[in-house]
């Protein structure tokens, strides 16, 4: 059986991270009762949440709690839907919210160094200042890389990019008894022994606490449009799919019926550009516009041909600007509120 935190643990956790890295009060822990998921009865506050800074830190926490058999739950941003991060058992939620540096980006091998906690967004606005970009999207940019690395995240760009698995080069995991071990590495190729990388990678923290990611990067797109495709049936949007998946290898392609819609817009106040019973919502990258606008005209002759209820390839809605992609991803993120 597990052990309850008591005033002692406290004192041990706190000599450990400070008492500002120790949270107890009742009312804030409800905050790490678990995650988006929709059904609150699932929750389960801890007794109390540890805010690591380093990964010795993390092994120090990690060390108390094996020896006097504390329950210890990783926690990310907790932007799952699945309840992954519940603390079903109480005891410890360890939040790597704080340990959210970014290390190095190296432009010229492509490659990122940085702590578990820092979130996608803040990545994503590293890379690109360096003309570079972190494929996986998982809708939230709020997420933290940690708990990309944990679930193996991907996301509606996983039709073109494939998931996080794909980009993970190195981590740095605290082992459930604090031993603090490095896999991989920012090196292109390993063939050396078990992949112990890929047996973490996905593991949601069940094996040990991932505390540092070294992920590789990809040049950033010149430009990208999204582009909506109207149906009468959801049937339909859904046979064309292959045929565009074969000739065109869009970024992202997600199916949506109509009746989500209304809902969202009406809480966000923006309108969906197009009205019809089912669409297609397509997103499409490439190193110019007319490259894009190529691949475009030509998912739109596809899309007419499995029944897309326009007329020609002119009546398309094409989100061009990033205010009109802006609109059309928000409401497309909210349909999972």
């Known amino acids: 059986?597990?052990?309850?935190?008591?005033?002692?643990?406290?004192?041990?956790?706190?000599?450990?991270v400070t008492s500002k890295g120790v949270i107890r009060d009742a009312e804030k822990l409800i905050d790490y009762a678990g995650d988006e998921f929709p059904d609150p009865s699932i929750r389960r506050p801890p007794e109390v949440v540890v805010k690591p800074?380093?990964?010795?830190?993390?092994?120090?926490?990690?060390?108390?709690?094996?020896?006097?058999?504390?329950?210890?739950?990783?926690?990310g941003a907790g932007t799952g839907l699945c309840g992954g991060c519940v603390p079903l058992y109480?005891?410890?939620?360890?939040?790597?919210?704080?340990?959210?540096?970014?290390?190095?980006?190296?432009?010229?091998?492509?490659?990122?160094?940085?702590?578990?906690?820092v979130t996608l967004g803040n990545l994503q606005e590293a890379a690109a200042e360096a003309g570079l970009f972190f494929p996986p999207h998982p809708?939230?940019?709020?997420?933290?890389?940690?708990?990309?690395?944990?679930?193996?995240?991907?996301?509606?760009?996983?039709?073109?990019?494939?998931?996080?698995?794909?980009?993970?080069?190195?981590?740095?995991?605290?082992?459930p008894t604090g031993e603090i071990i490095t896999l991989g590495g920012k090196h292109l190729k390993d063939s050396t022994?078990?992949?112990?990388?890929?047996?973490?990678?996905?593991?949601?923290?069940?094996?040990?606490?991932?505390?540092?990611?070294?992920?590789?990067?990809?040049?950033?797109?010149?430009?990208v449009y999204t582009l909506v495709v109207p149906y009468e049936s959801l049937?339909?949007?859904?046979?064309?799919?292959?045929?565009?998946?074969?000739?065109?290898?869009?970024?992202?392609?997600?199916?949506?019926?109509?009746?989500?819609?209304?809902?969202?817009?009406?809480?966000?106040?923006k309108r969906w550009p197009c009205r019809a019973k089912a669409y297609l919502m397509i997103m499409v990258d490439g190193t110019s516009d007319a490259e894009v606008l190529r691949i475009l005209e030509s998912i739109?002759?596809?899309?007419?041909?499995?029944?897309?209820?326009?007329?020609?390839?002119?009546e398309?809605?094409?989100?061009?600007?990033?205010r009109k992609q802006e609109d059309i991803l928000d409401i497309r993120s909210s349909l999972y509120l």
């Open 316 to 322: 398309l809605c094409i989100a061009d600007t990033p």
């Open 193 to 223: 022994g078990y992949s112990l990388l890929n047996l973490l990678i996905g593991s949601e923290g069940t094996l040990g606490v991932v505390t540092k990611v070294v992920l590789s990067l990809l040049p950033k797109p010149q430009a």
């Open 235 to 269: 049937d339909s949007a859904i046979k064309a799919v292959p045929e565009i998946r074969n000739k065109a290898l869009p970024m992202a392609i997600e199916f949506i019926e109509h009746e989500v819609i209304p809902p969202a817009e009406e809480l966000l106040g």
């Open 90 to 117: 109480g005891g410890i939620v360890l939040s790597l919210e704080e340990m959210n540096q970014i290390l190095e980006i190296d432009g010229q091998n492509m490659i990122t160094v940085a702590e578990a906690g």
């Open 53 to 75: 800074r380093t990964s010795a830190q993390v092994s120090e926490i990690l060390k108390l709690a094996s020896q006097e058999r504390i329950p210890v739950t990783p926690r």
């Open 139 to 175: 809708g939230d940019e709020s997420a933290q890389l940690g708990g990309l690395v944990n679930t193996n995240a991907s996301g509606a760009r996983a039709v073109k990019y494939g998931g996080v698995r794909n980009y993970v080069k190195g981590l740095e995991v605290v082992l």
């Open 1 to 16: 059986m597990y052990r309850k935190v008591d005033e002692h643990i406290i004192e041990r956790l706190e000599a450990i």
């Open 300 to 314: 739109g002759d596809i899309c007419l041909r499995h029944g897309a209820a326009i007329q020609d390839v002119g």
